[in-house]
């Protein structure tokens, strides 16, 4: 049974009983910037994962959060350098050399978030293997602030994990307990937002009206919640803020047909990120912009910001999938039904984790031309 029926108290806790806004503030994280590391800081990736590793444990003193710190950073965001797999290996390799329990839990972590991100098929068993791991490593620290963080960060990875497996109702789970562990007020307001996104999902794949008009609800009063940290300076709050939130609050309304007020400022800012986020989500404003001229009923435009998205690949694979469900949209409404079948087929089976709610709106579309 859906967690949300479940747990009704943790609803309002969302904000769909409350648009009232914190005004908490957080402040970054120490980064790499400002620790020494023979001198200087060295996170050179032309260097071996074992001296990467080394070079993590030394520049990252207990209670610290290593993500997004210097160019390691780029082995998750960069689609030009992007190696998820060597990241994981990195900080596996930085668990396994650490004697600290927390640093071995805080390391365990980052690894869990390289392995997630990985393009096409991948162990997810495993994956959930290590956190279970990190858990009993976690369980082991004292109570207090830091075991709290990483309850929170475990958690939020969890629930990132079993939304690439289709899995939304634990995701959904997994993020409501991410954000009652947390003590900073926006990484609260960031784990209730992607307990809403999951919801979304979930509505997507039972295509039942009622539950995903409910589900958008959840989505846009989290979505003021989050939006009051607009002056935060974390990094990952503002990619969030600047990037994520506009992302998610589009497709989800965009897939059913539907928009909300403040949709056209989303995807004004989806077409105008800074550059530190630019490239990371070119492919993500590409599918948006297909979807917006789909909804347009501009087919020529639709079709061409849909083939740039499939030309970044499937570095991220929901914007791809979006992408190919409008060139099928686009196939069948300009009466090509069998290019629009073909499609529609590459759509549903093409071999990777995430994007389940994509393939199952794909399948009920796909019906009535007797495909499957």
């Known amino acids: 049974m859906l967690y949300w029926s479940v747990h009704p108290r943790k609803i309002s806790r969302l904000g769909c009983h409350s648009r009232s806004r914190s005004t908490t503030k957080t402040t970054a994280n120490s980064g790499f910037a400002s620790a020494d590391f023979g001198g200087k800081m060295e996170l050179d990736l032309t260097k071996s994962d074992r001296e990467l590793a080394l070079a993590i444990i030394a520049t990252s003193p207990e209670g610290d959060d290593t993500y997004d710190k210097g160019e390691i950073r780029d082995l998750l965001y960069n689609p030009d350098k992007a190696d998820r797999a060597r990241y994981a290996a990195i900080f596996g390799m930085a668990a396994e050399l650490s004697a600290s329990i927390e640093r071995r ?206 030309e970044h690949g499937t570095f991220l694979i929901v914007p791809y999938l979006i992408a190919q469900l409008v060139l099928a949209r686009v196939a069948v409404r300009m009466n090509q039904p069998e290019i629009g079948v073909g499609i529609y087929l590459a759509l549903i089976y093409t071999p990777s984790h995430g994007g389940d709610f994509v393939r199952a709106l794909a399948k009920r579309e796909a019906e009535p031309l007797q495909i499957l």
């Not at 978030?113 to 369980?139: C, S």
């Not at 994990?161 to 009652?180: F, L, N, P, T, W």
């Not at 996104?197 to 009063?221: K, P």
Request: hydrophobic share 40%; with cysteine.
């Open 105 to 310: 839990a805080t390391f365990r972590l980052e690894q869990v978030n390289g392995l997630r991100r990985q393009p096409g098929l991948w162990d997810i068993k495993a994956v959930t293997r290590l956190l279970e791991q990190t858990q009993d490593m976690i369980l082991g620290l004292p109570d207090g602030t830091r075991r709290d963080r990483l309850n929170e960060l475990e958690c939020y990875h969890a629930g990132l994990v079993y939304r690439e497996a289709g899995d939304y109702e634990k995701a959904i789970e997994a993020q409501v307990k991410s954000a009652s562990f947390a003590h900073d007020m926006a990484r609260r307001a960031i784990s209730h937002f992607c307990a809403t996104v999951e919801y979304c999902h979930h509505g997507l794949v039972t295509g039942d009206s009622t539950i995903m008009a409910d589900a958008l609800c959840h989505l846009m009063m989290s979505s003021e919640r989050l939006e009051g940290f607009h002056d935060n300076p974390d990094l990952t709050v503002r990619q969030w803020l600047e990037a994520n939130g506009p992302a998610h609050r589009l497709y989800a309304h965009d897939l059913t047909g539907r928009s909300y007020a403040g949709h056209l400022a989303d995807l004004h800012q989806m077409c105008n990120l800074s550059v530190e986020h630019r490239d990371t989500y070119s492919s993500w404003t590409a599918a948006l912009q297909a979807l917006e001229f789909w909804r347009l009923s501009d087919y020529a435009k639709a079709t061409l910001y849909a083939t740039k998205c499939l």
